[in-house]
T-cell receptor, first 112, second 114 residues
Framework: KNQVEQSPQSLIILEGKNCTLQ??????????LRWYKQDTGRGPVSLTI?????NTKSNGRYTATLDADTKQSSLHITASQLSDSASYIC???????????FGTGTRLKVLA | GAVVSQHPSWVICKSGTSVKIECRSL??????MFWYRQFPKQSLMLMAT?????????EQGVEKDKFLINHASLTLSTLTVTSAHPEDSSFYIC??????????FGDGTRLSIL
């Protein structure tokens, strides 16, 4: 069964600190892996996208990594800001389909 | 970037009424639109896939007579929750997609059934 699991489920950090969110997936084969940010009551917004052959992708303070051998991805946030408080969702697209398989999400809270 | 608009953003109605939610792709023609449902503190769950001009494909466990989907044009899809009941209260999100481009998500509609 295709699954995407994320950890931790929730995380609280102080403003300015770094953090790393984890994503483990069983989807195989897959065409790409994406990280989304979802603010409360809003739709998801794309942060990064990586194909199965890419190892890392950055978008400002967000850096995603991908290890296709271990089927793991991480999202690293540097110098966190209060506006980073949101849910972060790992999404995997199986090969041959436009459907997305959504992870369980990590709820991040950044405190002043 | 691509913009997908959902309307309304929030609706409250009485049990037994039908509610229509619109999803529009504002700056591109979407060959496929997806409808998702999200419960509090949970991730998005795909309800159905809608292709322009054809019948929607529903995921297992989603009642097609309960959730009517129409995709009449390349920029508009609608989801109608028929005879809504409190258990239908949820956050409904659509996304639009074309070719090899990623899905672009709307900002969701919060539905509350009293």
């Amino acid at each position: 069964k295709n699954q995407v699991e994320q950890s931790p489920q929730s995380l609280i950090i102080l403003e300015g600190k770094n953090c790393t969110l984890q994503c483990n997936y069983t989807v195989s084969p897959f065409s790409n892996l994406r990280w989304y940010k979802q603010d409360t009551g809003r739709g998801p917004v794309s942060l990064t996208i990586m194909t199965f052959s890419e190892n890392t992708k950055s978008n400002g303070r967000y850096t995603a990594t991908l290890d296709a051998d271990t089927k793991q991805s991480s999202l690293h946030i540097t110098a966190s800001q209060l506006s980073d408080s949101a849910s972060y969702i790992c999404v995997v697209s199986p090969s041959g389909t436009y459907k997305y398989i959504f992870g369980t999400g990590t709820r991040l809270k950044v405190l002043a | 970037g691509a913009v997908v608009s959902q309307h309304p953003s929030w609706v409250i109605c009485k049990s037994g009424t039908s509610v229509k939610i619109e999803c529009r792709s504002l700056d591109f023609q979407a060959t496929t639109m997806f409808w998702y449902r999200q419960f509090p503190k949970q991730s998005l769950m795909l309800m159905a896939t809608s292709n322009e001009g054809s019948k929607a494909t529903y995921e297992q466990g989603v009642e097609k007579d309960k959730f009517l989907i129409n995709h009449a044009s390349l920029t508009l899809s609608t989801l109608t929750v028929t005879s809504a009941h409190p258990e239908d209260s949820s956050f409904y999100i659509c996304s639009a997609h074309r070719g090899n481009q990623p899905q672009h998500f709307g900002d969701g509609t919060r539905l509350s059934i009293l």
